[in-house]
């Protein structure tokens, strides 16, 4: 069984910087596609970033310049690197994972970013 989890979240004040990560395990061969998706009370889940094995990483425009995401196709661990913090990017951050036909979901990391 494929597992996520994620780690890095915390409560830091607006302009600084927090770094995500997401390793998978319970899988060996390297996973096509990595994503960071975010999650706003009351709100839909959007996503972040993804980075994938067909083309450069895609980021929301809203985080395009301050985050950045990398990964590690031989350990199945993805990163994310958030930059200049806004209190807007204040959420719980989801790393996910995509192999062929199957995906998968963490649980989950809050971020909260004062002002």
């Known amino acids: 069984q494929v597992q996520l989890v994620e780690s890095g979240g915390g409560l830091v004040q607006a302009g600084e910087s927090l770094r995500l990560s997401c390793a998978a395990s319970g899988i060996t061969n390297p996973i096509n596609t990595f994503g960071w998706y975010r999650q706003e009370t009351g709100k839909a889940r959007e996503l972040v970033a993804i980075i994938n094995n067909f083309g450069g990483p895609n980021y929301a425009d809203s985080v395009k310049g301050r985050f950045t995401i990398s990964r590690d196709s031989l350990k199945n661990t993805v990163w994310l690197q958030m930059n200049s913090l806004k209190p807007e990017d204040t959420a719980v951050y989801f790393c996910?994972?995509?192999?062929?036909?199957?995906?998968?979901w963490g649980k989950g990391t809050l971020v909260t970013v004062s002002s």
């Open positions: 996910y994972a995509r192999k062929l036909a199957l995906q998968w």
